[in-house]
C-alpha cells in the first residue's frame, strides 16, 4: 500500500517540532519513519502496535490535515449517573458520618457507598467508582 505520498516528511517534521503530546508524538513518528521506508510490520512491531493500528494511523494522515491526524478525536464517554445535583448531595453525605445517612456505620466503605447510592439513587457503581466518589478523585 502507497500511503502518505502528497504528505511531505518536512511537513511531518514541522508538525512534530509543535507538538508536545505523547500521542501525537508517536503517531507523527510513525508517519516520518513509514515515509523513509520503515514497513507497517516492522513499525508495528518497534512500537507494539498492532499492524491494523498503523494502519490506521497512515490512513489518518492520508484523509485529514497532519495535525488533526496525529491527535486524538473528542470522545464522549458514557454519561454520567448521577447528575451534578446528585453528585453534589453525594459528597455532603460523604462528608457527615453514615449515621447522619441511616446507615448503622462509623465511617464510609467502598460497599457502603455503593449501598447508599443504590438506596437513594437507584443507580449501580463499581466498588472502585464508589471508591472514586468516596475520596474524591475524578
Same mark, same amino acid.
Request: aromatic share 8%.
Given at each position: 500500500m502507497?500511503c502518505?505520498?502528497n504528505v !511531505?516528511?518536512?511537513d511531518?517534521? @514541522?508538525a512534530? *517540532?509543535d507538538?508536545? =503530546?505523547v500521542? !501525537?508524538?508517536?503517531?507523527?513518528?510513525?508517519a516520518?519513519a513509514y515515509?523513509?521506508?520503515?514497513t507497517?510490520t516492522d513499525l508495528? =512491531?518497534?512500537y507494539?502496535l498492532?499492524r491494523?493500528?498503523?494502519y /490506521?494511523?497512515?490512513?489518518?494522515?492520508?484523509?485529514d490535515?497532519?495535525? /488533526?491526524?496525529?491527535s486524538?478525536k @473528542?470522545r464522549?464517554?458514557r454519561?454520567?449517573?448521577? @447528575?451534578?445535583?446528585?453528585r453534589?448531595?453525594?459528597?455532603?453525605?460523604?462528608?457527615k458520618?453514615?449515621? /447522619?445517612?441511616g446507615y *448503622?456505620a462509623g465511617?464510609? !466503605?467502598?460497599?457502603l457507598?455503593q449501598r447508599l $447510592?443504590e438506596?437513594r439513587?437507584d443507580?449501580?457503581?463499581?466498588r472502585t467508582?464508589?471508591?472514586?466518589? $468516596?475520596t474524591? =478523585?475524578k
Amino acid at each position: 500500500m502507497a500511503c502518505l505520498e502528497n504528505v !511531505s516528511t518536512n511537513d511531518l517534521r @514541522d508538525a512534530l *517540532d509543535d507538538t508536545d =503530546d505523547v500521542r !501525537s508524538t508517536k503517531r507523527l513518528m510513525v508517519a516520518i519513519a513509514y515515509k523513509q521506508g520503515v514497513t507497517q510490520t516492522d513499525l508495528a =512491531d518497534w512500537y507494539g502496535l498492532s499492524r491494523k493500528t498503523i494502519y /490506521n494511523w497512515l490512513q489518518r494522515f492520508e484523509e485529514d490535515s497532519i495535525r /488533526n491526524a496525529a491527535s486524538d478525536k @473528542d470522545r464522549p464517554g458514557r454519561p454520567p449517573k448521577l @447528575d451534578p445535583e446528585e453528585r453534589t448531595e453525594v459528597r455532603q453525605l460523604l462528608k457527615k458520618s453514615p449515621e /447522619n445517612a441511616g446507615y *448503622d456505620a462509623g465511617k464510609w !466503605s467502598s460497599s457502603l457507598v455503593q449501598r447508599l $447510592l443504590e438506596d437513594r439513587f437507584d443507580v449501580k457503581y463499581s466498588r472502585t467508582s464508589a471508591y472514586r466518589l $468516596l475520596t474524591g =478523585d475524578k
